[in-house]
């Protein structure tokens, strides 16, 4: 079974990939909004998690 | 002046009227496999693409052992729950042969597994409206 940043990674790629498909037209496209899409959840999700880490002890 | 209206007539012939019996046909293609609505249409690398994307997800939230909720849920947060999973229409049929050990919240992994799943069925729902959009038009 996978960990919880494992589980993480697949989604943020499964709806990267999703949304690159619905917004963009051409293939290069689609890789670099998939790319960046990735990227940014992965920031916000680490960003929110050390947020809020004060609140967990 | 002359030569426009038989271009016209000649482009008009050559795209497909709107057709919403393919637009609906799409759309529910899509809604039992997620995909296969575009794969109809012929958008090939849609159709991998939305198949892989919803499909990963609905596995890996069903292999988190996330709750899969049902039409007689009582709650009206969980009954929209229910509409969320039934988006991924054959996933949601058959979530019992995929993952036969069923649900488990007590963990925070079945938590997240059910919102994975429901995110999985949000997601095909934008995927069955455009796949509506492109068979009623027949855009590319």
Redesign the interface.
């Known amino acids: 079974?996978?960990n919880?940043f494992q589980?993480m990674l697949?989604?943020a790629f499964?709806?990267s990939?999703?949304f690159?498909?619905?917004s963009k037209?051409r293939?290069g496209e689609r890789i670099r909004y998939t790319v960046w899409a990735f990227l940014a959840f992965l920031l916000v999700a680490i960003g929110i998690g050390w947020l809020m880490f004060p609140f967990s002890h | 002046m002359t030569e426009t209206k038989p271009a016209k007539a000649t482009q008009a012939k050559d795209e497909a009227p709107p057709s919403t019996v393919r637009g609906l046909a799409a759309a529910l293609c899509a809604w039992i496999v997620p995909g296969l609505g575009h794969a109809m249409l012929r958008r090939w690398?849609?159709a991998l693409?939305?198949f892989?994307?919803?499909g990963?997800?609905a596995v890996?939230g069903l292999?988190?052992r996330g709750d899969v909720l049902p039409a007689s849920s009582q709650d009206a947060f969980d009954r929209l729950g229910f509409v969320a999973d039934l988006g991924t229409g054959g996933f949601y049929f058959f979530s019992k042969t995929l993952e036969p050990a069923g649900p488990d919240d007590s963990k925070?992994?079945g938590d997240?597994g059910t919102r994975?799943f429901a995110?999985?069925g949000v997601?095909n729902f934008?995927?069955i409206l455009?796949a509506y959009e492109i068979g009623r038009r027949n855009r590319?």
């Open positions: 079974m996978l919880h589980a697949v989604f499964c709806v990939l999703a690159a498909f619905l037209r293939l | 690398p849609k693409a939305y892989i994307a919803v990963v997800l890996v292999t988190m925070a992994a997240y994975i995110a999985a997601l934008l995927i455009e590319a």
